[in-house]
T-cell receptor
Framework: GAVVSQHPSWVICKSGTSVKIECRSL??????MFWYRQFPKQSLMLMAT?????????EQGVEKDKFLINHASLTLSTLTVTSAHPEDSSFYIC????????????????FGSGTQLSVL | LAKTTQPISMDSYEGQEVNITCSHN???????ITWYQQFPSQGPRFIIQ???TKVTNEVASLFIPADRKSSTLSLPRVSLSDTAVYYC?????????????FGTGTRLLVSP
């Protein structure tokens, strides 16, 4: 199946610093990528939709100035957590949409392996 | 948005068949049903996807009744490595899963 690479797998940073997480589609082009966060024992929460060449669309309650998303190419989207604080500690997951044929069962989402962020 | 409801947890033993049912009463005409598996500290992994009737692949089967208000993921002869959280999602193919919402998922525990 299609591969989505997410880097780094885990990161520890000091409060007030910024952290960048990369999401790459390795063997397909993804015009749309999604970013989620997940707290322990909880489900994934959609944060934003990243569209190549345009501004990201953020879900209600997600601060766009806090979580900067850039989708500069068809294979790369980045999420930057700016001025991170301990409450930003979470598991962040990206996904990329593989479009084989519009409106068919061949359209799927593939997920990265996730990034565990710990802010001290 | 079609909301999904699944059992919070299920227990099984190795070698048994496990059926996890998901309710999606307000599923729309354009919505497809997709199931994902997630292990701790990993991203979800695609299992199976369908629109109606039955779909089968090398790891699972998906049963969808005619009214499409529910679906059942069937895992044949589970093993310890199938212990994971299973998510049922309903998404509009025409909008490219722009609003793919994860529910609570079902935590499956397989014991020896």
């Amino acid at each position: 199946g299609a591969v989505v690479s997410q880097h780094p797998s885990w990161v520890i940073c000091k409060s007030g610093t910024s952290v960048k997480i990369e999401c790459r589609s390795l063997d397909f082009q993804a015009t749309t990528m999604f970013w989620y966060r997940q707290f322990p024992k909880q489900s994934l929460m959609l944060m934003a939709t990243s569209n190549e060449g345009s501004k990201a669309t953020y879900e209600q309650g997600v601060e766009k100035d806090k979580f900067l998303i850039n989708h500069a190419s068809l294979t790369l989207s980045t999420l930057t957590v700016t001025s991170a604080h301990p409450e930003d500690s979470s598991f962040y997951i990206c996904s990329a949409r593989l479009l084989v044929a519009v409106g068919t069962e061949d359209e799927k989402l593939f997920f990265g392996s996730g990034t565990q962020l710990s802010v001290l | 948005l079609a909301k999904t409801t699944q059992p919070i947890s299920m227990d099984s033993y190795e070698g048994q068949e496990v059926n996890i049912t998901c309710s999606h009463n307000n599923i729309a005409t354009n919505d497809y049903i997709t199931w994902y598996q997630q292990f701790p500290s990993q991203g979800p992994r695609f299992i199976i996807q369908g629109y109606k009737t039955k779909v089968t692949n090398e790891v699972a089967s998906l049963f969808i009744p005619a009214d499409r208000k529910s679906s059942t993921l069937s895992l044949p002869r589970v093993s310890l490595s199938d212990t994971a959280v299973y998510y049922c999602l309903v998404g509009d193919m025409n909008t490219g899963f722009q609003k793919l919402v994860f529910g609570t998922g079902t935590r499956l525990l397989v014991s020896p």
